[in-house]
């Protein structure tokens, strides 16, 4: 497999947010309607999460014909390059129809071993999260652009501010977990979806604990939590691409310390 561009790829994936955000914002807070996936619980998709998508696909069908691509609202598109972009139109989306900014539109580009690099867009604050495996992770603005760097100095839990998406969502061991690490932070903070890991890469969040994910919930999280000097990955401490349980945290020792209290309910 050739070694990649990878300035010429996070181009690539530029050019996909870009594209993606008129679509956001011409339905974001307009009342759209809102269709539910078959599903245990409230599933929502909207028009804009598959026009976004559909969008997002074309671009990379003449961009990118030999690259396989994995969205949550479309059939899998195999890889004939070994090389995969994962996409979430809108990560978030209760919090669309519920007119809050913290959605999100997923970028990823994975390779055999999991994502090469990222980015987390958000069309309403006009705020763009770039994470490049390996490299780094950065913010641009409209005042420009900013490294990113988690905050290194919260190494206790009882120190921290903690995030998930939805208390709620954790069942079982999965919850007595979640609320010991949550009851003993210094401040919790729900419902940001993928904003939390931007906000944790930005140094304000120390610690975002989630289960139940798809890859297309998680891919675009990685470069830029790890470029930011977080680490990233699932409860019993290993690759987070594939979904699932995860944790990221703001330094390596708040990561090994909320690992240990979540180890009895890792899977």
């Known amino acids: 497999?050739?070694?990649?561009?990878?300035?010429?790829?996070?181009?690539?994936?530029?050019?996909?947010?870009d594209a993606a955000r008129p679509i956001a914002l011409k339905h974001f807070r307009t009342g759209l309607s809102v269709d539910a996936k078959p599903?245990?619980?409230?599933?929502?998709?909207?028009?804009?999460?598959?026009?976004?998508?559909?969008?997002?696909r074309a671009l990379l069908a003449q961009w990118r014909p030999e690259d396989g691509v994995l969205?949550?609202?479309?059939?899998?598109t195999p890889s004939r390059s070994g090389h995969t972009w994962?996409?979430?139109?809108?990560?978030?989306?209760?919090?669309?129809?519920?007119?809050?900014?913290?959605?999100?539109v997923l970028i990823a580009l994975y390779g055999p071993d999991g994502p090469l690099l990222s980015i987390i867009d958000q069309p309403f604050t006009g705020e763009r999260f770039s994470g490049v495996s390996g490299r780094g992770a950065w913010l641009d603005h409209a005042s420009g652009r900013e490294p990113l760097k988690t905050r290194d100095s919260v190494l206790r839990v009882e120190d921290a501010i903690v995030s998930t998406t939805d208390p709620g969502l954790f069942t079982g061991a999965e919850a007595d977990a979640f609320a010991q690490i949550a009851q003993s932070a210094k401040v919790r903070r729900f419902g940001l979806d993928a904003y939390g890991y931007a906000a944790l890469a930005l140094g304000g969040v120390d610690l975002v604990i989630e289960s139940g994910l798809k890859p297309w919930d998680v891919g675009a999280l990685i470069p830029v939590v790890s470029g930011a000097g977080g680490v990233i990955t699932n409860w019993r401490g290993g690759p987070a691409h594939e979904g699932g349980q995860l944790i990221a945290a703001a330094n390596p020792g708040l990561h090994a310390q909320a690992l240990e209290r979540l180890a009895g309910a890792a899977l």
């Open 39 to 56: 599903a245990s619980e409230f599933d929502p998709v909207t028009e804009a999460d598959r026009a976004i998508e559909a969008q997002m």
């Open 71 to 76: 969205g949550e609202e479309q059939a899998e």
């Open 1 to 17: 497999m050739p070694d990649l561009d990878m300035d010429a790829e996070l181009a690539i994936a530029a050019r996909l947010a």
């Open 86 to 104: 994962v996409l979430d139109p809108i990560d978030g989306t209760r919090a669309f129809i519920a007119g809050l900014p913290t959605w999100c």
